[in-house]
């Protein structure tokens, strides 16, 4: 059973930065799409960055272009998100997922990812 794993989340002051992991076991995440996403409380699970499996071509929600870059390294089998300029309204879990179906470009709807992880929390607060 394929397994991802997110780190990277904790408590940070407005304005500083933030690298999530999301590191697959039992699955090679370069053959994938992988999307992050996030889910405040009392909210919606919101996508808000996908990378293609093919060139790696990103996608971002158009509330965070330009603060979050995701990329990939496919030697450690991780996918990364890096926030920057992070904001009290950037604070939920966030998680990974892979798509279930190959050979498409990514998107940011819930409903394409069969495997999720576990969910690394980000709280933003001075």
């Known amino acids: 059973q394929p397994q991802l794993v997110e780190s990277g989340g904790g408590l940070v002051q407005p304005g500083a930065s933030l690298r999530l992991s999301c590191a697959g076991f039992?699955?090679?995440?370069?053959?994938?799409?992988i999307g992050w996403f996030r889910q405040a409380p009392g909210k919606a699970r919101e996508g808000v960055s996908c990378?293609?499996?093919?060139?790696?071509?990103?996608n971002y929600a158009d509330s965070v272009k330009g603060r979050f870059t995701i990329s990939r390294d496919n030697a450690q089998n991780t996918v990364y998100l890096q926030i920057n300029g992070l904001t009290p309204e950037d604070a939920a879990v966030y998680y990974c997922?892979?798509?279930?179906?190959?050979?498409?470009?990514?998107?940011?709807?819930?409903?394409?990812?069969?495997?999720w992880g576990q969910g690394t929390h980000v709280t933003v607060s001075s």
């Open positions: 997922a892979s798509d279930r179906l190959l050979f498409r470009e990514c998107l940011l709807r819930t409903e394409d990812y069969d495997t």
């Open positions: 990378i293609s499996h093919k060139e790696d071509k990103a």
């Open positions: 039992g699955r090679s995440l370069a053959y994938y799409n």
